[in-house]
């Protein structure tokens, strides 16, 4: 597992500081633009409530359950930045379970794409380009390790 520098690390606490307070609105800004990315994740979110359009789907109870669980996700990598490794087994779990329900890779790229997004909307002048790479290189460590899991699942179900 790739290890992140300790400037790297100290962006990273510093902007998700005031951004893990408030883990709903802001994951809702992040859902917001992966569905205006790719409006056919919608399908993957089959709850009680219609999640066809991103509005209801976005407003539902499970879905901000979903939200709160990505964005706790978020959390836990901000907390073990100096050991990401001790999320492995969990990351790659994790992985399993996105394959499991039809989440193809490609749609971890969009992920990456809308929480930097997100960032750079909630942030505003204080998110850079050293902080942006920082929340990249972190987020392709913890996405390699959820796509290893995503690959082995993949195995096991075509074995």
């Not at 409006?39 to 789907?57: D, I, K, Q």
């Not at 979903?66 to 100096?82: E, R």
């Not at 399993?96 to 490609?106: D, E, F, I, L, P």
């Amino acid at each position: 597992m790739e290890k992140l520098s300790e400037k790297e690390k100290g962006l990273i606490r510093d902007s998700w500081e005031s951004l893990g307070k408030n883990k709903v609105p802001h994951g809702i800004v992040l859902f917001t633009r992966l569905f205006e990315l790719d409006p056919a994740l919608l399908t993957l979110f089959s709850y009680s409530t219609n999640c066809g359009v991103a509005p209801e789907c976005l407003s539902s109870p499970e879905f901000l359950e979903h939200v709160t669980k990505v964005m706790l996700v978020i959390d836990a990598a901000v907390s073990h930045l100096d050991d990401l490794h001790t999320l492995e087994d969990f990351l790659l779990n994790l992985g399993r379970k996105h394959q499991a329900v039809g989440v193809k890779t490609q749609s971890f790229t969009l992920v990456g794409e809308s929480l930097l997004y997100m960032l750079q909307s909630s942030l505003g002048p204080a998110y850079t380009t050293p902080l942006r790479q920082a929340w990249l290189n972190m987020y392709s460590i913890v996405v390699s390790a959820m796509t290893r899991g995503w690959a082995k699942n993949g195995e096991h179900k075509s074995n």
